[in-house]
């Protein structure tokens, strides 16, 4: 019987996405005998520091890469927003799925409440300096604390806190049926999503002929296209989860547009800028758009970030 291992890490969503991914395989291939490895990341273990401060690529990715590397795993999915926008010499981003509507969400203690509506000096739970600064661009007066953890344990957080709000991407929520808690969505001119928030990428040994085969048809070319554009946006600024960077990406009739920002920590200074290309330019297009943002004074602000 043919056989394909998935490499995952073991939060809930992580295990959704592989579980959805063996499931699109099974229907696809009905005599595929399918198995979900769990592996543990750095990201994983550490829990009670902020990820900007962990000072590490590749935080909930590079245990996943060395098993295949090492051929102990034939694909390991991920978030893409997770995934480094360099991988390591040996290993390919095969297969990007159709991506889940990528933006954020306000989850408050009454329904309804959006960014506006929240009280004046109102606390906000984050664990992202992306929306941590645009938050205090919009509202300058918000408090913004840390919030670290998967899905569950978040809201879970914030049900027994006293904060007002927390933030989170719509797709984590939305995949493990937690819904009910989203008090209202925030668009992504407001709050411009991490770059390829909402799609799974499937990473493979570029040796590994066999896996690529079987997972070509989970391939989602639009959505391909889109990520390209902002992983070549973020690359070029240098970014990981240590920069303020928000990048969206998405294909119209007339091509391609991709709308990117980078903004200050304290969110009182932000370079936002977009782009519109031909689909196949996807890549030229990121590179553009960072080339602009940078010179409209963004230099500045990543500086001061890599610096401290």
Not at 57 to 69: A, D, H, R, V
Not at 141 to 157: E, S, Y
Not at 255 to 261: A, E
Request: hydrophobic share 40%.
């Amino acid at each position: 019987m043919d056989k394909i291992i998935i490499g995952s890490r073991g939060s809930k969503l992580a295990l959704w996405q592989a579980n959805y991914i063996k499931k699109e395989l099974k229907r696809i291939h009905k005599n595929l005998y399918v198995e979900i490895k769990i592996i543990k990341t750095k990201g994983d273990k550490i829990l009670n520091e902020a990820l900007s401060n962990i000072g590490d690529q590749s935080l909930f990715t590079k245990e996943l890469e060395e098993e295949l590397l090492n051929n102990k795993i034939d694909i390991a999915v991920h978030s893409l927003k997770d995934l480094e926008t360099t991988l390591p010499k040996g290993l390919k981003l095969a297969v990007v799925t159709k991506r889940h509507p990528a933006e954020d969400v306000l989850i408050a203690k009454k329904k309804g409440t959006t960014l506006a509506s929240l009280p004046e000096n109102a606390v906000v739970a984050t664990g992202s300096l992306r929306r941590k600064s645009q938050l205090l661009h919009l509202r300058p007066d918000l408090k913004i604390v840390g919030l670290r953890g998967n899905v569950p344990t978040r809201i879970n957080k914030f049900l027994k806190s006293n904060w007002d709000a927390i933030i989170l991407a719509r797709a984590g929520v939305e995949r493990l049926n937690l819904k009910k808690y989203i008090s209202s969505y925030i668009k992504n001119y407001e709050i411009v999503p991490a770059v390829g928030q909402g799609a799974l990428g499937i990473e493979i040994n570029k040796k590994n002929k066999r896996a690529a085969k079987l997972i070509k048809p989970l391939h989602d070319d639009k959505t391909f296209s889109e990520i390209t554009a902002e992983r070549a946006f973020l690359k070029a600024l240098g970014g990981g989860c240590k920069v303020p960077v928000g990048g969206y990406a998405v294909i119209k009739l007339n091509g391609l547009y991709l709308s990117g920002i980078v903004a200050s920590l304290d969110g009182r200074t932000t370079y936002a800028k977009s782009v519109r290309g031909k689909k196949s330019d996807a890549e030229k297009i990121g590179k553009t758009l960072a080339k602009d943002i940078l010179k409209a004074g963004a230099k500045q602000i990543l500086n001061e970030i890599y610096k401290n």
